[in-house]
């Protein structure tokens, strides 16, 4: 049998699950809110086109509108100033958004502080346990936080002070995009960067360096507790948006049992 025959037998009996990391569109998606004077983002919405009546009798149809950062969606290099000369999301190669992935678990870091960083030695901690992280595959930053997905004040969880949500420390976003063979970095949370990092050196670290380096970001993931510490395999399909600094995107995990 050929290994495509082989897999498809394997999703058919379950050997293979697929796990959808992807948080439901709708009008109450959480998503972004920069502060004044900066640009934001519409949420996503439906404006109904026909539904079976005078406008269209036998057919159902919406115009959407959407970000393209809202919910869980794909970072392309071009959305950072750091990577303006990389790609937009049309250009990623089809061949890098099925990649491995590996879970490094942050939850109880996270529940004990919101604002917990990730470091260097958190990860080099991880990969001495775990293995080294994939040559051109995802690190999966789990951190608990798409149990909040349902509810957007809890979801950026901000106060007069800002947004108080998990990152990864300046040092350590330059580093994983630097130093280490990731294709990219996917999280729970609004967006790739610590609630905080507006207040970082630089600001948005992990936007800064992993965009700047020609590589990716995925957000507002869920499941990532239903995934192995190594050895899923990850489709991430966001919509070729031609000029597009990134896209709503379905991603999905093949788990192995
Ligand atoms: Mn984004």
């Known amino acids: 049998m050929s290994l495509l025959a082989q897999f498809a037998a394997a999703v058919a009996d379950g050997t293979v699950e697929v796990v959808d990391l992807t948080a439901p569109l709708s009008e109450t998606t959480p998503i972004l809110r920069l502060p004044e004077p900066f640009g934001n983002t519409v949420p996503f919405s439906l404006r109904e086109i026909s539904r079976y009546d005078e406008r269209g009798p036998a057919w159902y149809w919406n115009d959407i509108s959407t970000g393209e950062h809202t919910g869980t969606h794909f970072d392309a290099p071009v959305h950072w100033i750091t990577g303006r000369d990389g790609q937009d999301v049309s250009q990623v190669l089809p061949s890098r958004l099925v ?78 995009a630097e130093q280490t063979p990731l294709l990219g970095l996917g999280v729970e949370t609004v967006g790739t960067d610590a609630g905080a990092a507006h207040g970082f050196d630089p600001p948005f670290p992990c936007h800064s360096f992993f965009l700047g380096a020609g590589k990716y970001g995925l957000t507002q993931l869920r499941n990532l ?19 597009g600094s990134g896209s709503p995107a379905r991603v999905l995990a093949l788990v192995e049992h």
């Open 225 to 243: 507790d239903r995934l192995p510490v190594r050895g899923a395999v990850l489709i991430a399909a966001p919509l070729p948006i031609v000029g």
């Open 99 to 176: 990649a491995p992935a590996v879970v490094l678990d942050a939850t109880e870091q996270v529940a004990a502080n919101p604002d917990f960083l990730l470091e260097v030695e958190d990860v080099q901690q991880w990969t001495k346990a775990n293995g080294p992280l994939p040559d051109g595959g995802w690190l999966l930053y789990r951190t608990g936080w798409d149990a909040r997905a349902g509810d957007q004040a809890d979801f950026l969880n901000a106060d007069e002070t800002g947004p108080h949500t998990p990152g990864i420390s300046p040092e350590c976003a330059k580093w994983l």
